[in-house]
């Protein structure tokens, strides 16, 4: 049996073996006087327009995100990158240009109209971000609400 060893460089530069890559729709909307995000793990034959990957990383310096999130890309541009992990085994993510803010409020997704964002530059917080490709989680202060969210 041949494994082929998935690994990207990441938008800032950092060598990575993917563990899972996801296609994913997100947007970004206000709501009681604040931006929100939202998004999901892409299916019903919806157009993605981002990519998460959960990744291994042997840092010293890692800050425990094992997820990637490469978001406001065209669809084509989703397709095509799925397709260069899929069939090379590799993608460069450095090779795009990224929105420089590091606020997730003043992220802007537009369909890839403008350039994308990476949560590696941008600060997602607990109220904007949520994970992808992960095992899920429930943050602490909901916890105790519902024990059948797990």
Known sequence: ???LEVRIISPTGRLLTVNRAVPIVETIFDF???SRFLGDVCRNGTKP???AILHDSSSIFE???SE?????????VVEQIMQSLL????YDFSQMGYQSTK???KVVIDGG???PYTNEITFMSSKSYCSFVGNGFIAEEFAEEDEDCE
């Not at 990637?68 to 084509?76: A, C, I, K, P």
């Not at 069939?87 to 590799?90: A, D, H, L, Q």
């Open 1 to 3: 049996m041949f494994f």
């Open 49 to 51: 327009n981002g990519i």
């Open 68 to 76: 990637l999130v490469v978001g406001n890309l065209q669809s084509d």
């Open 87 to 90: 069939v090379n085994g590799y």
């Open 103 to 105: 606020m997730a409020d």
């Open 63 to 65: 800050d425990n995100l």
């Open 32 to 34: 009681n006087g604040e």
């Open 113 to 115: 109209k403008s350039k």
